[in-house]
T-cell receptor
Framework: SQELEQSPQSLIVQEGKNLTINCTSS?????LYWYKQKYGEGLIFLMM?????EEKSHEKITAKLDEKKQQSSLHITASQPSHAGIYLC???????????FGTGTSLTVIP | KAGVTQTPRYLIKTRGQQVTLSCSPI?????VSWYQQTPGQGLQFLFE???????NKGNFPGRFSGRQFSNSRSEMNVSTLELGDSALYLC????????????FGPGTRLLVL
């Protein structure tokens, strides 16, 4: 079983459309990270959320953390082809020994 | 600052061989973590080194080992390679103080034949 589940698994949207990716934890979240990965490459850090209710934005990407629901969402406004890639959430679930990543969401943006 | 670098970028090995991958962290970062990424299992934590000591370990067999040098550079070794070890191996560095951002290298793609 996965400690961090992402939905949807994949997403195909028309350029200009808005979209949301969710990340749900099976354990209490003590901070949540969002990364983006181009296929076969390293991860690019997007944002880190530390407190319940926290919301951060960078360009057209907004991330929120709902600690009570043990969930985070990543919202992209007016998607562009440059947003395409795999989005991964990651968290230290305070298990004492490792950092976990979500199952990943593959985003395709059609021009 | 230069980012995290990993060498080599691509590697082809045969079953039974061993392999060593290298990771140079961002200057000033003392923690290096290693991850394995496969289509089936996703991104999985291997281990973390901080100040030349293994601080955390994931659920991988003993064939996977690592070390860290005094300059924080890290190496990962996989012995007796199996076909299932084919993966993208990523390393990430951070300051090592906890609850902080990890910065990733471009990865080493290992193919085991």
């Amino acid at each position: 079983s996965q400690e961090l589940e992402q939905s949807p698994q994949s997403l195909i949207v028309q350029e200009g459309k808005n979209l949301t990716i969710n990340c749900t934890s099976s354990k209490t979240l003590y901070g949540l990270y969002w990364y983006k990965q181009k296929y076969g490459e390293g991860l690019i850090f997007l944002m880190m959320l530390q407190k319940g209710g926290e919301e951060k934005s960078h360009e057209k990407i907004t991330a929120k953390l709902d600690e009570k629901k043990q969930q985070s969402s990543l919202h992209i406004t007016a998607s562009q082809p440059s947003h395409a890639g795999i989005y991964l959430c990651g968290a230290d679930l305070n298990t004492g020994n490792q950092f976990y990543f979500g199952t990943g969401t593959s985003l395709t943006v059609i021009p | 600052k230069a980012g995290v670098t990993q060498t080599p970028r691509y590697l082809i090995k045969t079953r039974g061989q061993q392999v060593t991958l290298s990771c140079s962290p961002i200057s000033g970062h003392r923690s290096v973590s290693w991850y394995q990424q496969t289509p089936g299992q996703g991104l999985q934590f291997l281990f973390e080194y901080f100040s030349e000591t293994q601080r955390n370990k994931g659920n991988f067999p003993g064939r996977f080992s690592g070390r860290q040098f005094s300059n924080s550079r890290s190496e990962m070794n996989v012995s007796t390679l199996e076909l299932g070890d084919s993966a993208l191996y990523l390393c990430a560095s951070s300051l090592g103080r906890g609850q902080e951002t990890q910065y990733f290298g471009p990865g080493t793609r290992l193919l085991v034949l």
